[in-house]
């Protein structure tokens, strides 16, 4: 089994490692590489998955990585129901990425298409080391890997001011959250003496509660910065300056979600602190809520997702916030699927309109790319929880768990947002795909792509509209299998175990979210194909919210002001002007004057004239003669 | 019978005064002459000790050393001329490149 | 202390007083004929007091023969003249050599090698002795000699070569 779990991690790194080294030998060449290096991985996680779900689990050390005294860190894999179910997804989902990045990226330089390949491996390398890792250390590693995969394929146009921006802003933002991280980690390897999942879990109960509170709030603080949740989230949209399978594969389906598998992974730790599983739960809501407002008005078809994206991680943090980390992980699960798919159709519009973006531009698509619009529309019925594609199953969980565990504010948010989810997802679509044309000469240059581009779509739409189903399975479904790993732990403390769906007033709030979803789509549908109410006129009645929506709350502008420009005129007054220029400068200046004194000063020793250094020898053999006579 | 102090004491002094000609003189080839002088020394107690034990060694150890003495004469005079040739002169104060 | 003894000390002297003009006397050439005298007295030191024949003859051979005539060819050579000679030996210099030499020798003396003891009755040593201990034991560092006079030799032709 151990070999299977290096296979998976190692055969990424050698794909990487080898479009990495030879760039320029492998050019156009680079996919048929770097695909087969994620799609053997994928089989092989069918295959470990196979074994899991057949009772196997596998946690051991291959290597030790750190072993200094008491303090031992190996490099070891944790293969269970939660890192099988990791690295399915991750895997498939990379696997169509990859393939149909071979179609987007054909307009690149040889060499930027072979990079692209290799920094597409190395995250999901990362992404693998960070859901197998058996300890906090080890995860820590491909939490940092990720992120640094991320910054560099958001800055892959790094020419664009913009995308090195972007990079920097969601390089610095998630350093923020690691801080958070870094130092929970210290906290549990002071009180438990041990970074290992196994150890921590074992001895967790010695935590006192103030103490567990604060550990698992500085991991949420990680998970915050790296799962985009209030208030950390602002680098998302802006990381849509990467290309879009990226945006696809790591800012939707597989990087933003660590956050919550760390999460679900440290849930004997949250368990322990209700608090910080209450804190969990309202940050997600408030999260959920407060990005889909802003999707409701943006007219940019990536940021729009980007947003729907933050929205759909705060509904999974509510999942394991209101500890149903299996409905959580659930919707991660289906989510990846779904909201991957939406981000290569994206992707499909942008690549045949050459890079437009701009929804006000688009309409009536749909005769054009009937294989994406269609795609399309099944990833929002997905996402807006239309039974029975896979995001209803999902999202329906997590909202009855929060119903049932009496969390009925944070229902209510979910089932607005719900509402607002299906809303602007159909506003996107009715104004990309359908209705009159509004740009004459974009929709000329419309086109179809090729096969190698719409096939992924349309087995990732196969997918959003299937998995769902995987719920249905015997012994409690999807839900039920993860559960084998998250109840062992503690002991059915949670909540209306199996799906839940036949619980009494499940079929009410099932209702309930399908109306709701439905409400959205017909809203949409009302204002942006009949025009009644028109969305010019709403939008002159509610100018001030509209404006602030579009402006995204101002917190970008709230962020720099408290945060960037007084650091910014800190360091440019005081850490540049005196402490580097006077201080640092000085003492390295004073050091460098120091040695030329010295230097001056000795230097006299050498007079170039030779019975002077044959003095130096005599009188050196008095010393040595005269220790030898005292001693 | 001569004590072999005695023949201690005049290697150490013939030594003693080849090393206070490389101190105070300034002709290369002189001071050469003087490091000979206490190869020359060194070579009277090697000798003194092997008369003292009756033992071989001591001889060895000096044909040894005027093997290196002339190994020294070779590279050493090969220099001097170089120097000379290249200063118009053998007083060691000549060479003032390494002075600082 | 008996005739022998007596000259003994006279030779010693001697000896010592050559080694004296090899540093005192300002003519390179007058040195050198100091040091040939102080070599060549070494030599009857070896053959008379220390029962050392072979040594003395190769101290004839080898350091007067070779390596003096060779270093006096170089100062002949060098065409040394009179007023070219403009060393002063008596200079502080000489009185802080003095005084180095002065402690040195009182360190030496205070080291006390000086195990007392007379050297033994006169057993010659023979070049026989010699050559049964230096092609045996001794056989490797006297072919390390051979290659270090080799190299020497390459090296001063290296040295003197017209362009430098």
Same mark, same amino acid.
């Given at each position: ?106 307009? *690149? ?108 709030? /500085? ?14 989230? &602002? ?8 290309? +879009? ?31 910080? !599983?209450? &804190? ?72 045949? /309109? ?9 309409? @009536? ?100 509209? +299937? ?26 403390? *949670?909540?209306?175990?199996? @799906? ?26 009302? !204002? ?18 509209? +404006? ?8 970008? *502008? ?27 400068? @000085? ?45 | ?100 | ?164």
């Amino acid at each position: 089994m151990l070999k299977l779990i290096l296979a998976v991690i190692l055969i990424p790194l050698a794909g990487a490692m080898i479009n990495g080294l030879f760039c320029w030998k492998t050019k156009r060449k680079a996919h048929l590489i770097a695909v087969p290096a994620i799609a053997i991985p994928a089989v092989i996680s069918l295959v470990l998955f196979w074994k899991v779900a057949h009772g196997q689990r596998f946690d051991g050390t291959f290597y030790w990585w750190i072993s200094v005294g008491n303090f031992r860190i190996p490099i070891g894999f944790l293969l269970d129901e939660l890192s099988a179910v990791m690295i399915v997804t991750v895997t498939f989902v990379a696997t169509w990425i990859h393939i149909y990045s071979i179609g987007y990226m054909d307009h *690149e330089t040889d060499r930027g298409y072979a990079k692209y390949f290799c920094y597409l491996n190395f995250f999901v390398f990362f992404m693998l080391t960070l859901v197998l890792a058996n300890n906090y250390l080890l995860m820590f590693v491909g939490w940092e890997g990720v992120g640094l995969c991320s910054y560099l394929l958001i800055g892959y146009w790094y020419e664009k001011a913009s995308a090195a921006n972007a990079g920097m802003k969601a390089f610095i933002t998630n350093r923020v959250g690691d801080f958070g991280f870094m130092i929970a980690l210290f906290l549990l390897y002071k009180h438990l003496g041990s970074l290992i999942y196994h150890d921590v879990f074992a001895s967790a109960h010695e935590l006192t509660l103030p103490l567990a509170t604060l550990i698992t709030l /500085l991991l949420f603080m990680g998970a915050t910065g790296k799962s985009a949740q209030i208030p950390l989230y &602002v680098w998302l949209p802006d990381a849509m300056e990467g290309p +879009t399978p990226v945006s696809s594969l790591i800012h939707a389906a597989t990087m933003v979600t660590a956050g919550v598998y760390m999460v679900a992974r440290s849930h004997v730790l949250y368990n322990l602190a209700p608090f910080s !599983m209450e &804190v969990v739960a309202s940050i997600g809501a408030a999260t959920a809520m407060f990005a889909a407002s802003m999707a409701l008005v943006n007219n940019d078809l990536k940021r729009v997702l980007a947003y729907s994206t933050v929205s759909q991680l705060g509904y999974m943090f509510v999942g394991v916030g209101v500890g149903a980390y299996a409905a959580g992980v659930f919707h991660l699960f289906t989510h990846a699927f779904f909201k991957g798919l939406m981000f290569l159709c994206a992707g499909s519009v942008m690549h045949a /309109l050459h890079g437009e973006l701009d929804m006000q531009k688009m309409g @009536g698509l749909y005769n054009k790319m009937k294989i994406t619009a269609i795609t399309f529309i099944i990833g929002a019925l997905a996402i807006s929880g239309v039974p029975p594609l896979a995001g209803f199953w999902s999202k329906d969980s997590i909202l009855h768990h929060a119903f049932v565990s009496g969390h009925k504010i944070i229902w209510f948010v979910g089932t607005v947002t719900a509402a607002m989810t299906a809303f602007y997802m159909f506003r996107l679509i009715f104004l990309t795909f359908f209705g009159e044309p509004r740009d004459k000469h974009i929709y000329e240059i419309a086109h179809e792509n090729p096969p190698v581009m719409t096939i992924p779509l349309m087995v990732l739409a196969f997918f959003s509209a +299937t998995v769902g189903l995987l719920a249905l399975l015997p012994g409690g479904g999807f839900e039920g299998f993860l559960n084998r790993l998250f109840e062992a732990a503690h002991h059915g403390a *949670e909540h209306a175990a199996h @799906g839940g769906h036949e619980a009494g007033g499940a079929a009410v709030l099932i209702l309930i979210s399908v109306l709701v979803a439905f409400m959205g789509i017909g809203l949409a549908y009302a !204002m942006y194909m009949k025009h009644t109410p028109d969305p010019k006129k709403l939008t002159e009645r509610f100018r001030p919210i509209y +404006t602030l929506l579009y402006n995204r709350y101002y917190v970008d *502008e709230l962020y720099f002001a408290l945060f960037i420009n007084p650091t910014v005129g800190i360091s440019r007054h005081v850490l540049w002007k005196i402490v580097d220029v006077l201080i640092i400068d @000085g003492i390295v200046n004073g050091v460098a004057r120091l040695c030329s004194l010295v230097g001056n000063l000795i230097r006299k020793i050498h007079t170039g004239f030779i019975p002077d250094y044959a003095w130096a020898i005599l009188v050196g053999i008095i010393i040595v003669c005269g220790l030898k006579i005292i001693f | 019978m001569i004590p072999v102090s005695w023949i201690f004491a005049l290697s150490v002094l013939v030594f003693a005064t080849g090393a206070l000609g490389v101190l105070i003189r300034k002709n290369a080839i002189v001071m050469f002459l003087c490091i000979e002088l206490m190869l020359n020394g060194a070579n009277i107690f090697f000798v003194g000790v092997s008369k003292m034990r009756g033992a071989a060694e001591g001889h060895i150890f000096v044909l040894f050393m005027m093997a290196i003495a002339a190994a020294e004469a070779a590279i050493g005079m090969a220099i001097i001329t170089a120097f000379y040739r290249r200063k118009g002169g053998v007083e060691v104060d000549r060479a003032d490149l390494m002075k600082w | 202390m008996g005739i022998y003894e007596l000259s003994f000390i006279a030779f010693g002297l001697i000896v010592f007083l050559s080694g004296v003009g090899v540093v005192a006397l300002k003519n390179p050439v007058h040195s050198a004929l100091a040091l040939l005298a102080n070599l060549t007295l070494t030599a009857v030191l070896y053959l008379s007091y220390l029962s050392a024949p072979f040594l003395g003859v190769v101290q004839i051979i080898v350091y007067v023969g070779a390596i003096l005539v060779f270093i006096l060819f170089v100062i002949m050579l060098m065409n040394v003249r009179k007023e070219d000679i403009t060393e002063t030996l008596l200079s502080p210099r000489l009185l802080f050599g003095l005084g180095a030499v002065v402690v040195f020798v009182a360190q030496i003396l205070a080291l006390n090698i000086f195990v007392s003891g007379s050297a033994q009755g006169a057993k010659y040593i023979h070049a026989k002795d010699i050559a049964d201990l230096l092609f045996t034991k001794y056989v490797l560092p006297f072919e390390l000699v051979s290659v270090l006079i080799f190299a020497a030799a390459c090296g001063a032709i290296a040295l003197a070569k017209k362009r430098m």
